[in-house]
C-alpha cells in the first residue's frame, strides 16, 4: 500500500461565533435584548450606552415634564403593603381562647395554606414534627376550620366542601353523603349513575348539584395577593383614522443609543500591545449595532407582510384571520424561513383588536369542500362558537362537530382534529359539558 499526499479544494459553510450571536439576537424579545445590550456595555470598555431622552409612544409625542414635576417623591414609588390570605387567617387566631401550644400548632398550620386555601403538608409530618398525636392534630384542625371563609386549611376538595356545606345546609345528610363518596361522579357529570346509587330522582340530583355549586373550591383565592402581570408589547399596530391604513411601530423608544468611546480607545491603540484589543472591541461594537439594525429591519419587514395579509383580523379579530405560514412571509421578502421563525419568537404585538403573541397571527392552511382555504384558528373560533351554541343537555360529540363543520361550513376535518382544537381551547369532552335534563309531565 503506498501513502500518497493530496491537496483538496472544497467550500464549507461555518457558523463564526459573530453570525451565531446574530442569528440569537434575532429572537430575543426587546426586553431581552435591552438586558443583552448592557451585558455587552459590561464587557466591552469602550462601549457606552446613551439613554434617549425623548421618544415617541403610539405616534403621540410623550409630554415633557417641568423641571419642577422631575423632582419626584422617592416615597411615591414605595410598594403599599397589603394583607395576604396568611395574615388575614392569624389575626383571627389571635382573639381565639386557646392554649399556647395550640397557638403554636394552628399559627404553623396557616404558613402551610397554599394560595386556594388548602393545607399543603403531610398530617405524619406535623405530629412528628410538633411530636403531638392524631387526636391533638385533629382538635387544632377543627379550630382552624372554623375560621373564615369555611373550607380553609382542608386537605382535599372533598374535604373542603363537606366543611362548607355543613355550615351553609345543616341538616341535609344526602348532600354531605353525595360530597364524601361521588365527587367524581359529579365531575364526570353521570347523572344517571348518582340518580341510581343514591335512589333519588334527577329533580334531587339537580338540586343537590345546584347547592353544591352555590360552595367555593378555592376558599383561599378571594384573600390571596392577586400578582398582575404586566405584557410589554414588542410591536405596535396602530390604525391611521384619517386614512384608515395601518402604521407599524417597534417599542423599542426604552432601548440606549450605542457609542465607541472614541477619546479612551485613542489614547490606547498608540500601544503596541493594545493596539489589537482596541481593535477587536471596535468590531464587536461594529457587529453588535449593525446586528440590532438588521433585527429591527427584518422584523418591519415581516409586520409590512403580515399587515398586508391580515387587515381584516386586524378589524374584525381571529374569526377572520386567514391562513398565513412562516414560509408564505420568507418567500415575500426574500429570506430563509428559519429566519422568520427566529424574528417572530418570543415577540408581543398590540394591535387594535387586543395584544397577542405574534406567532397566533400564523395559522395553518386547511382546505374546504369548494377548494377554498380557511385557517386553523378560524376553524377554532367555529368550534368554540358552536359549542357555546349548543344544547346542554345533548352536548356534541367530536364526530357530530366534524359532521357540522362539513355539511355547514364546507371544512373537512377528522374527529381526532375536533379532539385536538378543543383540548386545545381547554374544552372538556361532550360527556363531562352535559347538564341534567328533567323531564316535566
Same mark, same amino acid.
Given at each position: 500500500?503506498?501513502?500518497?499526499?493530496?491537496?483538496?479544494?472544497?467550500?464549507?459553510?461555518?457558523?463564526?461565533?459573530?453570525?451565531?450571536?446574530?442569528?440569537?439576537?434575532?429572537?430575543?424579545?426587546?426586553?431581552?435584548?435591552?438586558?443583552?445590550?448592557?451585558?455587552?456595555?459590561?464587557?466591552?470598555?469602550?462601549?457606552?450606552?446613551?439613554?434617549?431622552?425623548?421618544?415617541?409612544?403610539?405616534?403621540?409625542?410623550?409630554?415633557?415634564?417641568?423641571?419642577?414635576?422631575?423632582?419626584?417623591?422617592?416615597?411615591?414609588?414605595?410598594?403599599?403593603?397589603? #394583607?395576604?390570605?396568611?395574615?388575614?387567617?392569624?389575626?383571627?387566631?389571635?382573639?381565639?381562647?386557646?392554649?399556647?401550644?395550640?397557638? #403554636?400548632?394552628?399559627?404553623?398550620? =396557616?404558613?402551610?395554606?397554599?394560595?386556594?386555601?388548602?393545607?399543603?403538608?403531610?398530617?405524619?409530618?406535623?405530629?412528628?414534627?410538633?411530636?403531638?398525636?392524631?387526636?391533638?392534630?385533629?382538635?387544632?384542625?377543627?379550630?382552624?376550620?372554623?375560621?373564615?371563609?369555611?373550607?380553609?386549611?382542608?386537605?382535599?376538595?372533598?374535604?373542603?366542601?363537606?366543611?362548607?356545606?355543613?355550615?351553609?345546609?345543616?341538616?341535609?345528610?344526602?348532600?354531605?353523603?353525595?360530597?364524601?363518596?361521588?365527587?367524581?361522579?359529579?365531575?364526570?357529570?353521570?347523572?344517571?349513575? =348518582?340518580?341510581?346509587?343514591?335512589?333519588?330522582?334527577?329533580?334531587?340530583?339537580?338540586?343537590?348539584?345546584?347547592? =353544591?355549586?352555590?360552595?367555593?373550591?378555592?376558599?383561599?383565592?378571594?384573600?390571596?395577593?392577586?400578582?398582575?402581570?404586566?405584557?410589554?408589547?414588542?410591536?405596535?399596530?396602530?390604525?391611521?383614522?384619517?386614512?384608515?391604513?395601518?402604521?407599524?411601530?417597534?417599542?423599542?423608544?426604552?432601548?440606549?443609543?450605542?457609542?465607541?468611546?472614541?477619546?479612551?480607545?485613542?489614547?490606547?491603540?498608540?500601544?503596541?500591545?493594545?493596539?489589537?484589543?482596541?481593535?477587536?472591541?471596535?468590531?464587536?461594537?461594529?457587529?453588535?449595532?449593525?446586528?440590532?439594525?438588521?433585527?429591527?429591519?427584518?422584523?418591519?419587514?415581516?409586520?409590512?407582510?403580515?399587515?398586508?395579509?391580515?387587515?381584516?383580523?386586524?378589524?374584525?379579530?381571529?374569526?377572520?384571520?386567514?391562513?398565513?405560514?412562516?414560509?408564505?412571509?420568507?418567500?415575500?421578502?426574500?429570506?430563509?424561513?428559519?429566519?422568520?421563525?427566529?424574528?417572530?419568537?418570543?415577540?408581543?404585538?398590540?394591535?387594535?383588536?387586543?395584544?397577542?403573541?405574534?406567532?397566533?397571527?400564523?395559522?395553518?392552511?386547511?382546505?374546504?369542500?369548494?377548494?377554498?382555504?380557511?385557517?386553523?384558528?378560524?376553524?377554532?373560533?367555529?368550534?368554540?362558537?358552536? =359549542?357555546?351554541?349548543?344544547?346542554?343537555?345533548?352536548?356534541?360529540?367530536?364526530?357530530?362537530?366534524?359532521?357540522?363543520? #362539513?355539511?355547514?361550513?364546507?371544512?373537512?376535518?377528522?374527529?381526532?382534529?375536533?379532539?385536538?382544537?378543543?383540548?386545545?381551547?381547554?374544552?372538556?369532552?361532550?360527556?363531562?359539558?352535559?347538564?341534567?335534563?328533567?323531564?316535566?309531565?
Amino acid at each position: 500500500m503506498k501513502m500518497v499526499l493530496q491537496q483538496k479544494q472544497m467550500l464549507k459553510m461555518v457558523m463564526t461565533t459573530e453570525l451565531r450571536q446574530a442569528i440569537e439576537l434575532l429572537q430575543l424579545s426587546t426586553y431581552e435584548l435591552l438586558q443583552f445590550i448592557q451585558e455587552q456595555a459590561e464587557e466591552n470598555p469602550f462601549i457606552e450606552l446613551v439613554e434617549k431622552e425623548d421618544y415617541h409612544v403610539d405616534f403621540e409625542r410623550r409630554p415633557r415634564k417641568s423641571s419642577y414635576e422631575q423632582h419626584e417623591n422617592p416615597i411615591d414609588f414605595t410598594a403599599k403593603y397589603e #394583607k395576604n390570605m396568611h395574615d388575614y387567617l392569624l389575626d383571627q387566631i389571635i382573639w381565639l381562647q386557646i392554649e399556647e401550644k395550640d397557638y #403554636k400548632l394552628i399559627h404553623y398550620l =396557616i404558613l402551610n395554606i397554599n394560595e386556594q386555601g388548602y393545607l399543603t403538608i403531610e398530617d405524619e409530618e406535623i405530629c412528628k414534627h410538633f411530636n403531638i398525636n392524631e387526636l391533638e392534630l385533629k382538635k387544632a384542625k377543627n379550630i382552624l376550620h372554623q375560621l373564615e371563609p369555611r373550607g380553609i386549611g382542608a386537605s382535599n376538595l372533598a374535604e373542603c366542601l363537606l366543611i362548607q356545606a355543613k355550615v351553609m345546609y345543616p341538616n341535609d345528610h344526602l348532600l354531605f353523603s353525595l360530597i364524601e363518596h361521588y365527587l367524581q361522579l359529579i365531575a364526570d357529570k353521570q347523572w344517571e349513575k =348518582i340518580e341510581k346509587q343514591l335512589n333519588i330522582s334527577l329533580d334531587k340530583v339537580k338540586e343537590l348539584y345546584d347547592k =353544591i355549586q352555590t360552595l367555593n373550591p378555592k376558599p383561599g383565592s378571594n384573600l390571596s395577593a392577586g400578582k398582575v402581570d404586566y405584557v410589554l408589547p414588542d410591536i405596535f399596530v396602530v390604525l391611521n383614522d384619517k386614512n384608515n391604513t395601518y402604521s407599524i411601530q417597534l417599542n423599542d423608544y426604552y432601548l440606549p443609543t450605542l457609542t465607541f468611546n472614541e477619546q479612551y480607545s485613542s489614547g490606547l491603540i498608540n500601544s503596541k500591545e493594545l493596539r489589537p484589543y482596541v481593535r477587536e472591541q471596535f468590531k464587536k461594537f461594529e457587529w453588535l449595532q449593525k446586528s440590532i439594525e438588521q433585527r429591527r429591519s427584518t422584523i418591519l419587514k415581516i409586520m409590512n407582510v403580515i399587515i398586508s395579509k391580515q387587515w381584516k383580523f386586524l378589524q374584525n379579530g381571529f374569526s377572520s384571520l386567514k391562513p398565513l405560514t412562516l414560509k408564505e412571509v420568507a418567500d415575500e421578502i426574500n429570506m430563509h424561513e428559519s429566519t422568520v421563525s427566529r424574528a417572530t419568537a418570543n415577540k408581543i404585538v398590540q394591535t387594535p383588536v387586543g395584544t397577542f403573541e405574534l406567532r397566533h397571527l400564523f395559522s395553518t392552511k386547511l382546505t374546504t369542500q369548494t377548494g377554498d382555504n380557511t385557517s386553523q384558528t378560524k376553524v377554532k373560533a367555529i368550534l368554540q362558537e358552536m =359549542i357555546n351554541q349548543e344544547n346542554k343537555s345533548k352536548p356534541l360529540s367530536d364526530q357530530k362537530i366534524a359532521d357540522q363543520l #362539513k355539511e355547514n361550513k364546507g371544512i373537512v376535518i377528522s374527529r381526532r382534529t375536533v379532539a385536538k382544537y378543543r383540548d386545545e381551547l381547554h374544552i372538556p369532552s361532550s360527556s363531562k359539558r352535559k347538564e341534567i335534563k328533567l323531564y316535566r309531565k
